[in-house]
C-alpha cells in the first residue's frame, strides 16, 4: 500500500537534546512537507522540500532543521534551540506538476520534552 | 497574520441535518482549496477541494462553496452522520513556484449528536 509512514508515534526528549522525526513516502511524490500542530491552532508550516537536495523554510523554521537526500525520505530534526518543541507533527508530500493535487499526510509524531 | 479563517471553533448539530462549516481568507493569491478531516492524534485526510475558477463542487454528502468575492468558503455535510464527528480544517494554496504549499485554517470541532 502506498503511504506516508511516520516514526516514531510518540517520542520524549530531554531539554538540551536534539531529537530527529522520520517520515518516508512510497508515494513517489516529488514534494514533501513538515506542519506542526498545537491545541486549538490550525497546522503551520515548518520546512518543505519540492525536489531532492533543495528545501526551503516554511512559516515557523526557527529551531528546526530538515534534509532531503533522497525523494522518499524528509527527516525533521528539532534542536535545542527550539524553544518550544512540545507539539504534534505532521508530515505530508503531493506531486508538484499540476496545481490542485491535494497532500498527503502520515499519522504524526507527538513529541513531549520533558 | 492569519490568511486562513475559521471563525466558529465549534460546531454542534444533530444527526439526519446539514453542517455549515465556515472559512474566510485574506490571500488573493489563493486559487485553490482544500477540506481536511482530522480524527484526534491522526494525520488529516482529505476531504474535498474547489478551484478558484468553480464556485461549488459536490462529492455525495459533501459540497463546497466558494464566493471569492467575499473570500468565503463553505463545506455543507448533508445529511450528517456521528461519523462525521472531528476537526475540520479548510486549507489554501497559490500557485506559481509555491504551490503544493498549504496555508490552513485554525479548525472548527464538529460534532454530531445521535
Known amino acids: 500500500d502506498g503511504g506516508i509512514t511516520q516514526s516514531p508515534k510518540y517520542l520524549f526528549r530531554k531539554e538540551g537534546q536534539n531529537v530527529t522525526l522520520s517520515c518516508e513516502q512510497n508515494l513517489n511524490h516529488d514534494a514533501m512537507y513538515w506542519y506542526r500542530q498545537d491545541p486549538g491552532q490550525g497546522l503551520r508550516l515548518i520546512y518543505y522540500s519540492q525536489i531532492v537536495n533543495d528545501f526551503q523554510k516554511g512559516d515557523i523554521a526557527e529551531g528546526y532543521s530538515v534534509s532531503r537526500e533522497k525523494k522518499e525520505s524528509f527527516p525533521l530534526t528539532v534542536t535545542s534551540a527550539q524553544k518550544n518543541p512540545t507539539a504534534f507533527y505532521l508530515c505530508a508530500s503531493s506531486r508538484r506538476d499540476r496545481v490542485g493535487t491535494e497532500a498527503f499526510f502520515g499519522q504524526g509524531t507527538r513529541l513531549t520534552v520533558v | ?114
Open chain 2, 1 to 114: 497574520d492569519q490568511q486562513v479563517k475559521q471563525n466558529s471553533p465549534s460546531l454542534s448539530v444533530q444527526e439526519g441535518r446539514i453542517s455549515i462549516l465556515n472559512c474566510d481568507y485574506t490571500n488573493s493569491m489563493f486559487d485553490y482549496f482544500l477540506w481536511y478531516k482530522k480524527y484526534p492524534a491522526e494525520g488529516p485526510t482529505f476531504l474535498i477541494s474547489i478551484s478558484s475558477i468553480k464556485d461549488k463542487n459536490e462529492d455525495g454528502r459533501f459540497t463546497v462553496f466558494l464566493n471569492k468575492s467575499a473570500k468565503h468558503l463553505s463545506l455543507h455535510i448533508v445529511p450528517s452522520q456521528p461519523g462525521d464527528s472531528a476537526v475540520y480544517f479548510c486549507a489554501a494554496k497559490s500557485g506559481g513556484t509555491s504551490y503544493g504549499k498549504l496555508t490552513f485554517g485554525q479548525g472548527t470541532i464538529l460534532t454530531v449528536h445521535p
